[in-house]
């Protein structure tokens, strides 16, 4: 199969782990005979700092014309300053505008061998975490307007948070599929006591789920949502959400799991285009050091093989290499225990690779 992909590097350990996921997609495509072909493009603070531009045209215009982006992350302290609309981060919203990436799949799932490193104690964790958070990933509050005004002397600033009917009946129905072929119950997260577009949300979502009667959806607010995640994580199944709100839980969902550096997504659009992308940030504090986890990432190289490219058994070989390399008990830092081989970000990668063939 003859795949193009635009590789984003950005910022911070995105560099690092890109560089893993790179590795480990080069071997995959020898053994299984594939043509991947890489366009490395820049975007974040380094195409702050080589262009003046967080996103230059040319880097746009390549994620659009792949088959998929492969992101590692944007952002950080340096470019803290940079005007709102060429923030680093800005250069990942935009890609996912453009390219109509609506649906963002993120799945949070507690490995057994990882328990220890999750902040929950045993006794909730015994009930396992296996869940997928379907966030809205181009409306709402990311892409309202924001406004800062001097009024009566003072600062006002304001943010919409925006839904068309269309925006939600559209990603409703992706998390209605996703959960019609696991246990088929759907929790819908809004803020539906305060606000008007959750109460849209809540209207639209009962309609969507009257085309789908086998599947059972319920309502939670985003205040419990975030409660319930701590408190009683197995009773998660698909939870529906809007982008802030996913921005929040997706953080949270993957703590409890034991590490933010484990878990993966995918940002689909309605072709098989999609960008995928580890949920952590750039991690400046440790960039530069070899110390950052890569498994997120190359976990995402999985959901690309999967659902962009329909390579499932590929897809399945990487999930299991993981597995496998997490059983061996080789760990990087930030899920270290004390029975267990520390390895650098690299290493992590060349183990996953090893244990691919
Ligand atoms: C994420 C990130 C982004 C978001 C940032 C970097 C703009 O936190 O993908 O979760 O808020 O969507
Ligand atoms: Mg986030």
């Known amino acids: ?23 480990l997609l080069k071997t995959v495509a020898k053994i299984y005979k594939h043509d991947f072909s890489f366009n490395e493009v820049l975007a974040g603070g380094c195409a702050i700092d080589k262009t003046g531009q967080c996103l230059p045209d040319e880097s746009l215009r ?5 088959d998929s982006v492969l992101l590692g992350a944007v952002g950080g302290f340096k470019w803290d300053n940079e005007v709102s609309t060429n923030r680093p981060e800005q250069a990942l919203l935009r890609i996912r505008k453009e390219l109509g990436l609506f649906a ?55 943010d919409d ?19 019609k072929n696991r246990k088929k119950e759907l929790i819908s997260v809004d803020k539906a006591n305060v606000l ?37 994580p197995s009773q998660f199944d698909v939870i529906l959400t809007e982008n802030m709100f996913g921005d929040i839980l997706s953080d949270e969902a993957s703590i409890i799991t034991g590490s933010i550096g ?36 190359i976990l995402s190289v999985a959901m690309m093989l999967r659902l962009s490219f329909e390579l499932e058994k590929e897809a399945k070989a990487i999930e299991d290499a993981v597995q496998k390399t997490l059983n061996q008990g080789f760990r990087t830092a930030d899920i270290m225990d004390k029975d267990s081989t520390l390895l650098t970000c690299s290493q992590m990668g060349d183990e996953i690779i090893k244990n691919l063939s």
Request: with cysteine; glycine share 6%.
């Open 1 to 23: 199969m003859k795949k193009n992909i635009a590789v984003v590097r950005g910022d911070g350990i995105g560099v690092e782990i890109i560089e893993e996921a790179l590795k």
């Open 62 to 66: 390549i994620c659009k014309e792949s």
């Open 104 to 158: 963002n799949i993120r799945p949070a799932f507690l490995f057994p061998m990882l328990k220890n490193a999750s902040p929950l104690k045993a006794e909730i964790l015994e009930q396992g975490i296996d869940l997928i958070i379907v966030r809205e990933l181009t409306g709402g509050v990311y892409f309202g307007e924001h406004k800062t005004k001097k009024i009566e002397n003072e600062l006002v600033a304001s």
């Open 161 to 179: 948070m925006t839904y068309k009917e269309s925006e939600i009946r559209r990603i409703a129905k992706v998390a209605f599929d996703i959960a």
């Open 196 to 232: 008007d577009s959750s109460r849209l949300w809540r209207k639209i979502s009962e309609e969507v789920a009257k085309e789908y009667k086998d599947v059972k959806l319920s309502h939670m607010y985003v205040d419990n949502a975030a409660m319930q995640l701590c408190a009683r």
């Open 262 to 297: 484990v878990i993966p997504s995918a940002s689909l659009n309605e072709t098989k285009q999609g960008l995928y992308e580890p949920i952590h940030g750039s991690a400046p504090d440790i960039a530069g050091q070899n110390k950052a986890n890569p498994i997120a990432t």
